[in-house]
């Protein structure tokens, strides 16, 4: 029950983490498109005023043409125009034009623009422009010069783009800092929670024997059994039995520690491959029968020679036997096949057992990982062996494979390369 409790206590702060890191992220971003926001009205702002600037200098320079000014306010008034006064008026205009895109130039103004000379009395267009009164220049109070930025806000986006790829980087690097910190963490949870779960089975593998050569050391020491020497043979035996599944289960531990480590190296020799299944089968023939389970082999061509090292090929083929007898009901069967391509040789070993959940499926192969089922230890082992097994398939240059339906059965397929 305090387990249980700290259990929910742990999780309560790793999502309590999550939760806070979450909402340090989104606040992040969230301050990150504010400030290119404030950014963007602050560059609008100091554009807007440098247009200011230069059209209040452009049109104090025109006053000072009084030639140029007549003429515009002669014919911005005029109501018909005929061709002269129309070429008279669009000179002047290009005039105060090359004035404007002088000082644009001085105030590192480089977006296009258009100009425009109206009255009051002219309907102005919708479309947002600067407009600039020529009172002082023209002496006219109804004169407005407009000024259109067609590309306004591209020019300004561009002239802010160190500014938005920057910004846009470090929302990009806050998230994937998140994302891997997130992935780390619930990896670091599963293998917590697993690690404990191979310290538990542990704890149940090593007890089992360890109390039966306790008890069969007592019965030893008994005047009794020491003159019995057939009960002395019987509890020595025990002892030597529980010793050397003492051992098997260490030397287990120690293979595998060797292989997460990267220190395994192969013996390879050529040896035929059926007399490693015959003799893996007929080493569970006994536990088979306990449960009335019988093992055949369908397809078996005989004399298939490989390149692998033998032991560590024996331990994954009984590794596999030893699961489906252990994962099956009594009364049921197993099947074996065996068959050869041109480059391959393929190993099936079929139950008709609990079978494996599409959920539990993907992390079958993964270290210490076991089908949760609660706190029962009906099943023995330290959810090493498909791992151990893969990486020895692995190291061969095969490849290891599950199909399974939950209360149907699971079949692992093997394919190692044949013998050139």
Request: positive net charge; proline residues 1%; contains cysteine.
């Given at each position: 029950?305090?387990?249980?409790?700290?259990?929910?206590?742990s999780?309560?702060r790793?999502n309590?983490?999550?939760?806070?890191f979450s909402?340090?992220?989104?606040?992040?971003?969230?301050?990150?498109?504010?400030?290119?926001?404030?950014?963007?009205k602050l560059?609008?702002?100091?554009f807007?005023h440098k247009?200011?600037?230069?059209?209040?200098?452009s049109?104090?320079?025109?006053a000072?043409?009084?030639?140029?000014?007549?003429?515009?306010?002669?014919?911005?008034?005029k109501?018909?125009?005929?061709?002269?006064d129309?070429?008279?008026?669009?000179?002047?205009?290009?005039?105060?034009e090359?004035?404007?895109k002088e000082?644009f130039?001085?105030?590192d103004?480089?977006?296009?623009?258009?100009?425009e000379?109206?009255?009051?009395a002219?309907?102005?267009?919708k479309?947002t422009?600067?407009?600039?009164?020529?009172?002082?220049?023209?002496?006219?109070?109804?004169?407005?010069?407009?000024?259109?930025?067609?590309?306004?806000s591209n020019?300004?986006?561009k002239?802010?783009?160190n500014?938005?790829?920057c910004s846009i980087?470090l929302i990009?690097?806050?998230?994937w800092v998140?994302?891997n910190?997130l992935?780390?963490?619930k990896k670091?949870?599963k293998i917590?929670k697993?690690t404990?779960?191979?310290v538990?089975?542990?704890?149940?593998?090593?007890?089992?024997?360890?109390a039966?050569?306790m008890l069969?050391g007592?019965m030893?020491?008994k005047?009794?059994i020491i003159?019995?020497k057939?009960?002395l043979k019987?509890?020595?035996?025990?002892?030597l039995?529980?010793?050397k599944n003492?051992?098997d289960?260490?030397?287990?531990?120690?293979?595998f520690?060797?292989?997460?480590?990267?220190e395994?190296v192969?013996?390879?020799?050529n040896?035929?491959?059926?007399n490693?299944?015959?003799?893996?089968?007929?080493?569970?023939?006994l536990?088979a029968?306990e449960?009335?389970i019988k093992?055949?082999i369908?397809s078996?061509?005989?004399n298939i020679?490989i390149n692998a090292d033998h032991?560590?090929m024996?331990?994954?083929i009984?590794?596999l036997?030893?699961n489906?007898?252990?994962?099956?009901?009594?009364?049921?069967?197993?099947?074996i096949?065996?068959?050869?391509t041109v480059k391959?040789?393929?190993f099936?070993i079929?139950?008709r057992g609990?079978?494996?959940s599409?959920?539990?499926?993907?992390?079958?192969f993964?270290?210490y990982?076991?089908v949760?089922v609660?706190?029962?230890?009906d099943?023995k082992g330290?959810?090493?062996?498909?791992?151990?097994?893969?990486?020895i398939?692995n190291?061969?240059?095969g490849d290891?494979k599950?199909?399974?339906?939950?209360?149907?059965?699971?079949?692992?397929?093997v394919?190692?390369?044949?013998l050139?």
């Amino acid at each position: 029950m305090i387990n249980y409790f700290r259990s929910i206590l742990s999780n309560n702060r790793t999502n309590f983490s999550i939760i806070s890191f979450s909402i340090l992220l989104i606040s992040l971003i969230l301050i990150q498109f504010l400030w290119i926001e404030q950014a963007y009205k602050l560059s609008e702002n100091n554009f807007n005023h440098k247009v200011g600037m230069a059209l209040h200098e452009s049109i104090k320079r025109l006053a000072d043409n009084e030639h140029s000014c007549r003429q515009i306010n002669h014919y911005i008034n005029k109501e018909n125009f005929n061709k002269a006064d129309t070429e008279i008026l669009e000179r002047e205009i290009d005039r105060l034009e090359d004035i404007i895109k002088e000082k644009f130039k001085e105030y590192d103004i480089k977006s296009p623009f258009t100009i425009e000379l109206r009255t009051c009395a002219d309907k102005q267009e919708k479309k947002t422009c600067f407009y600039y009164s020529l009172k002082n220049a023209l002496s006219n109070d109804k004169a407005i010069l407009n000024v259109y930025f067609e590309t306004k806000s591209n020019d300004i986006i561009k002239n802010m783009l160190n500014i938005f790829i920057c910004s846009i980087l470090l929302i990009v690097v806050i998230a994937w800092v998140f994302r891997n910190n997130l992935k780390s963490l619930k990896k670091e949870r599963k293998i917590l929670k697993r690690t404990k779960e191979l310290v538990n089975n542990i704890t149940h593998e090593f007890k089992t024997p360890v109390a039966t050569v306790m008890l069969a050391g007592k019965m030893i020491n008994k005047d009794n059994i020491i003159e019995d020497k057939t009960k002395l043979k019987y509890y020595s035996g025990l002892i030597l039995k529980e010793n050397k599944n003492l051992l098997d289960n260490i030397n287990q531990l120690l293979s595998f520690a060797s292989l997460d480590r990267g220190e395994l190296v192969l013996n390879i020799e050529n040896f035929d491959f059926s007399n490693l299944v015959e003799d893996c089968v007929g080493s569970f023939k006994l536990l088979a029968d306990e449960k009335n389970i019988k093992i055949s082999i369908i397809s078996f061509p005989e004399n298939i020679k490989i390149n692998a090292d033998h032991d560590l090929m024996k331990n994954v083929i009984c590794n596999l036997i030893d699961n489906a007898i252990k994962y099956s009901d009594y009364e049921t069967e197993i099947n074996i096949r065996i068959y050869l391509t041109v480059k391959e040789l393929i190993f099936k070993i079929s139950d008709r057992g609990i079978g494996i959940s599409k959920e539990n499926l993907q992390n079958i192969f993964e270290s210490y990982y076991r089908v949760s089922v609660g706190d029962i230890h009906d099943v023995k082992g330290f959810g090493i062996g498909l791992t151990y097994s893969k990486q020895i398939i692995n190291a061969h240059k095969g490849d290891i494979k599950v199909m399974s339906k939950l209360n149907k059965g699971s079949t692992f397929i093997v394919k190692l390369p044949l013998l050139s």
